[in-house]
């Protein structure tokens, strides 16, 4: 990440070293608007509707990745609950005076079914 923002600040620079650098005024048409505009507003203004298009695109997918995570860190909230539940009870059942972890319960004794 930090590469990635090193590269987009020497980018930065560079644009605007460039912008600096053209000063001189054009002639700008768009529909029915004409008008003579500075090069550097041109290059700038034309950097930032980049930038927010940019942003605009990549947002409906940061959108749905961010409510993605919260989803599964709420599910694995759950399970971690569940986990500590099961270890409670598992806990509770080996504490219990005179019974061994593998012992079956009387109720466990009976078979499954009577011939």
Do not use: C
């Not at 700008?28 to 034309?46: E, K, W, Y």
């Not at 509707?49 to 709420?74: C, D, I, Q, T, Y």
Request: a neutral charge; hydrophobic letters at 50%; aromatic letters at 4%.
């Amino acid at each position: 990440m930090r590469a990635f923002l090193a590269i987009m600040v020497i980018l930065l620079i560079l644009l605007l070293i460039f912008a600096v650098q053209n000063p001189g005024s054009t002639e700008v048409t768009f529909l029915t608007f004409s008008s003579t505009v500075s090069l550097l507003l041109i290059i700038l203004v034309s950097t930032l509707v980049g930038l927010l298009l940019g942003f605009a695109v990549m947002l409906p997918g940061n959108l749905r990745r961010s409510s993605r995570v919260r989803k599964l860190e709420s599910e694995a909230g759950n399970l971690r609950s569940q986990s500590a539940d099961m270890l409670t009870a598992m806990a509770k059942g080996r504490s219990e005076p005179g019974k061994e972890p593998g012992d079956l319960s009387p109720a466990d004794d009976e078979p499954a079914h009577k011939a």
